[in-house]
């Protein structure tokens, strides 16, 4: 299935706050709808997160998740993938919770500490107060932990389960990180990387980024290697076309970028998947089905998940 290309859409995140698009999701209702609308845009695989619905704070805990997990999956077929980052301000612990006590078919999984700097976006929304503003600032002095006592702690607690990863590699140091723990057993193929272009404390988005972490990942896992790529922000489709091209799988979603062309907030996950889509098509590639996505990547299938 050379041609089939992945689409995983990431709804609504960590990262963005509601003061900066009328169009995040934020409350079940609203998470639920989205997906349902990235899955029947051309999605196969949905990457969530759940916030509190009052405040638009990150919300990891399992109870949150169910608020819109069963709805999605009566709704549609797309692979479920819960995040194991969470929030850079909460424990492993916490973090690792809903993946493993839901025991879905995929788990992100950050592949190394890094700094992890939020605080640029206030110039954009200098009006915006409250945690918000809180969540921006102290990003100034923030490291994203994820030791090798974490990363083994997620690998061994969600994957108890056959759940399997996407791991969220934001430089080159991470695939090695990666490769250490192929080399120890812990992880077994295939291995679906999802490279992270764009972050301050990471790689950049230049072109020569791309094709560096791509010829990396290629030499070091080889035929197992499944390689996505996403672009924060404004480079989102440029970074995601460039990797198409690669032959690499795409990531889109509000969690990764608030819009769908320059200076215009995307009204929805799904238009940003509907544009994945077509410029997929234009490489003279197709999207994958979930099922196809299933294959692909080794999974379990959505009849044993606990939800």
Known sequence: MTDAVIITCAVTGAIHTPHMSPHLPVTPDEIAKAAIGAAEAGASILHLHARDPKSGKPDQTPEGFMRFLPRIKQATSAVVNLTTGGSPYMTVEERARPATELAPEVASLNMGSMNFGLYGMLARYPDIAGWEREHLEGSRDLVFRNSFKDIEYVLSQAGANGTRFEFECYDISHLYNLAHFVDR????????VQSVFGLLGGIG???????????????????????????????????ATHAAALG???RVGLEDSLWIAKDRLAQSNAQQVHKAKSLIEALGKRVATPEEAREILGLKGGDRVNF
């Open 185 to 192: 057993g812990l992880v077994k193929p295939p291995f679906f």
């Open 205 to 239: 988005n230049h072109p020569e980024d791309i094709a560096h972490m791509k010829r990396t990942a290629d030499r070091l896992f080889g035929a197992d290697l499944r390689w996505s790529v996403l672009g924060a922000g404004a480079a989102q489709f440029r970074v």
């Open 248 to 250: 690499g799988n795409i």
